[in-house]
Each structure stands twice: as structure tokens, then as C-alpha cells.
T-cell receptor
Framework: QKEVEQNSGPLSVPEGAIASLNCTYS??????FFWYRQYSGKSPELIMF????GDKEDGRFTAQLNKASQYVSLLIRDSQPSDSATYLC?????????????FGKGTKLSVKP | EPEVTQTPSHQVTQMGQEVILRCVPI?????FYWYRQILGQKVEFLVS????????KSEIFDDQFSVERPDGSNFTLKIRSTKLEDSAMYFC????????????FGQGTRLTVV
């Protein structure tokens, strides 16, 4: 059974701090990795994707991938109250095609003003 | 900004009834997906659709489910005989290319089976 695991939280950080969200996955054949943000009652919104080991930065967000450890993380710098949401890690084992994503349950992030 | 539109936003149906959830993907997109999220649970992949046929489906997508693109603009998910456990938020997504980097989600339809 292919699994994606996340700490459900809540993770609480003060405004301006770095939020660190972690995710592990079970299938070594996983090819591509995605971070989605989901506000309560809303649909998932893609914020980052990463395919290769190492870091990928996009504005205040940095995704980190370590395939040997089967670990992917998301750092949010200068956290804002508007970043408060559930962050979903998703993994695709088919090279990023066809939309067959395996999602984690998500980590709820709360950024306190 | 173009968006994926889903109707209705909330559907209540009696157990055993058929429901059709509707989606209008972004106009130049070619790849279409349905996901569901049971309250408090993970988002789960149901099916992907391209070139008028199913590309891939999950174990959840059994014979009770079907998808169709009836008129070149709408993309529908039909559940033939709803069960209580079908109650969930159903998300449609579309993409211009196969990669998930281009997949955009609709706002979802909340299905409640009573």
C-alpha cells in the first residue's frame, strides 16, 4: 500500500517565523512531489512541485526533497496569518503524469499575529 | 482568470439514487480528473480522462462510477446508486498538459447521501 504520511498538527508559528512542514512517502518509485494548500472548505491549490533531490525555491516557499530518505519538506519563510491553512503533500509514481496523486492527510498550519 | 467550475456546490440525495456532478474545465485544457475528499480524510484520486477515454482509475472508481464528456465543454461524474459512504467533497481538475504542475482544481461539489 502506497502511503504518504504527514504530521496532522496543528503547527503553530508566530508571524514572521519559518514554518517547516514534513512529509514521508513509502514508495521508492515515486517520481514527483507536490505541495498543495487547502483553506477550510476550499479546494487544494498547488503551491510547489519538485522532481529532483535538493532544494527548490519559489518566493517565500522552499521545497526540499531527499529520495534516499523518502522525505520531502516545505519551508515557508516570513510566515503570514494568511498562510494559515492545511498543507497537503502529494506524490505521483508515474513521472508526473495522469493526475494519479497520492495525498497525505495534511498538516494544519496556524500563523499567529 | 480562467477557472474550473463545478455545479452544484452542494447536492443532497437519497441512498440508492443516481447523481451527476458537473464540471466545466478550463477551455484549452485536455486532461481531466476527479478526486474526492471524505470529511476529515485525505484527498483521493478517482479517475483521469483524456481524448474521450479514461486514462487511469483508482480502486475507488468501481462500476458504480462513470465519467463522460458529453458536449466538448462539460465533464461529468455519475454515481449510479449512491451509498452513504459516497458522501464527500468531489473535486474536478483539469490540465493543459499531462503533468500535475498544470492541474487546476474546481471549488468542489459537496455530496451528501442520506
Amino acid at each position: 500500500q502506497k502511503e504518504v504520511e504527514q504530521n496532522s498538527g496543528p503547527l503553530s508559528v508566530p508571524e514572521g517565523a519559518i514554518a517547516s512542514l514534513n512529509c514521508t512517502y513509502s514508495d521508492r518509485g515515486s517520481q514527483s512531489f507536490f505541495w498543495y494548500r487547502q483553506y477550510s472548505g476550499k479546494s487544494p491549490e498547488l503551491i510547489m512541485f519538485i522532481y529532483s533531490n535538493g532544494d527548490k525555491e519559489d518566493g517565500r516557499f522552499t521545497a526540499q526533497l531527499n529520495k534516499a530518505s523518502q522525505y520531502v519538506s516545505l519551508l515557508i519563510r516570513d510566515s503570514q496569518p494568511s498562510d494559515s491553512a492545511t498543507y497537503l503533500c502529494a506524490v505521483n509514481i508515474d513521472g508526473g503524469s495522469q493526475g494519479n496523486l497520492i495525498f497525505g492527510k495534511g498538516t494544519k498550519l496556524s500563523v499567529k499575529p | 482568470e480562467p477557472e474550473v467550475t463545478q455545479t452544484p456546490s452542494h447536492q443532497v440525495t437519497q441512498m440508492g439514487q443516481e447523481v451527476i456532478l458537473r464540471c466545466v474545465p478550463i477551455s484549452n485544457h485536455l486532461y481531466f480528473y476527479w478526486y474526492r475528499q471524505i470529511l476529515g480524510q485525505k484527498v483521493e484520486f478517482l479517475v483521469s480522462f483524456y481524448n474521450n477515454e479514461i486514462s487511469e482509475k483508482s480502486e475507488i472508481f468501481d462500476d458504480q462510477f462513470s465519467v463522460e464528456r458529453p458536449d466538448g465543454s462539460n465533464f461529468t461524474l455519475k454515481i449510479r446508486s449512491t451509498k452513504l459512504e459516497d458522501s464527500a467533497m468531489y473535486f474536478c481538475a483539469s490540465g493543459r498538459v499531462r503533468s500535475n504542475t498544470e492541474a487546476f482544481f474546481g471549488q468542489g461539489t459537496r455530496l451528501t447521501v442520506v
